[in-house]
């Protein structure tokens, strides 16, 4: 089993890694690019416990550690 | 007088701190590593700059989960002054102790030089010290120093006078220009609401010696140093007894002449 997770930052928090990329993007030609969100992606390897305790845990450890509610969202997958 | 600098992994200006606690104020100061889960005989404790966890994850966000940083929490609770430098900064907000939380700068660059602060509350243990309408003129060093918090948030450390020290220029307006990393408010250091934590990013260990180009730095450790005394002067010393984060009304110092004459 695996936890997927996307950390993204908010909306509200300017994001300058993001718009450098973008910026970047189009100074290479690239079109119709509006915005870009530069985040994390984490993967979790996960054995020996069940689904749902496995999506208690890790989404706790979201809000707790993995990611900062003041300046990030996430979103999380349990895959088997 | 004893003061704790803790060191965590990759904390890298805990010898600045120590060398200005010890050597141009004469105090006692000493290491607390990350690992103990006790901080001992102190009257105040510094979480240096540096890059604890190598940042991973997210500045701070690591640092936080050290065994050390529950007896820091507890010391706060108790009134205990803390003061974050830096990293120490993004420590304290990743733990909770501060509201907010430090991000990328806006420039995406490094930035590594001098700044003005203007100090917008003198009435706290961080900053009694400092001469009314006199501007500090301390170093930064930090690529996530860019202060972000909601607005209720801002509105609320401005109602409650909790905006320590503000970026401005020569002539103390906290400009555009003047903000180096893009705070919000300009914000470069801020207290929680009791008053005993605080924390900035300048770091004011560099700026406490002619030679280093500016002794503005002392300000504020003069400041945690004045507070303490008098509270030492205040309370009814009990030596035998730690006691050494209480109320700020009623507090026993931690007199523990151990660690205070030793020297480390």
Known sequence: MKARIIITPKKAVVDPQGKAVQNALLQMGYKGISAVHVGKYLEIELNGIDRETARQQIDEACRRFLSNPVIEDYHLEILD | ?264
Request: net charge neutral.
């Open chain 2, 1 to 264: 007088m004893n003061v704790g600098v803790v060191q965590f992994p990759g904390s890298n200006c805990d010898q600045d701190v120590v060398h200005v606690l010890r050597n141009v104020f004469g105090v006692s100061a000493r290491y607390i590593w990350h690992k103990s889960s006790k901080l001992g005989p102190v009257d105040a404790v510094v979480l240096p700059g540096g890059f604890s966890y190598g940042d991973y994850l997210r500045t701070g966000a690591i640092a936080r989960f050290s065994p050390v940083m529950s007896a820091v929490q507890q010391f706060a609770e108790n009134g205990g002054l803390v003061l974050g430098i830096c990293n120490g900064f993004q420590i304290l907000c990743e733990a909770g102790l501060l509201p907010g939380a430090l991000v990328r700068n806006r420039s995406l660059q490094f930035r590594c030089e001098y700044v003005f602060l203007k100090t917008l509350n003198r009435n706290t243990p961080f900053t009694l010290k400092v001469p009314p309408d006199q501007l500090l003129r301390i170093p930064i060093a930090h690529g996530e120093g860019c202060y972000f918090a909601d607005e209720a948030i801002l509105a609320q450390l401005q109602a409650e006078n909790r905006i320590l020290w503000q970026y401005c220029d020569v002539n103390g307006n906290p400009t555009e220009a003047a903000n180096p990393n893009g705070s919000l408010l300009n914000i470069a250091g801020i207290c929680n609401a009791r008053g005993n934590v605080a924390a900035l990013m300048p770091h004011p260990e560099r700026a406490c010696e002619p030679i280093l180009g500016s002794t503005d730095g002392k300000f504020i450790f003069a400041s945690i140093l004045a507070f303490l005394t008098e509270r030492v002067a205040l309370s009814t010393p009990k030596p035998e007894i730690f006691a050494g984060a209480k109320d700020h009304s009623n507090t026993t110092p931690a007199k523990n002449l151990e660690f205070g004459g030793k020297g480390f």
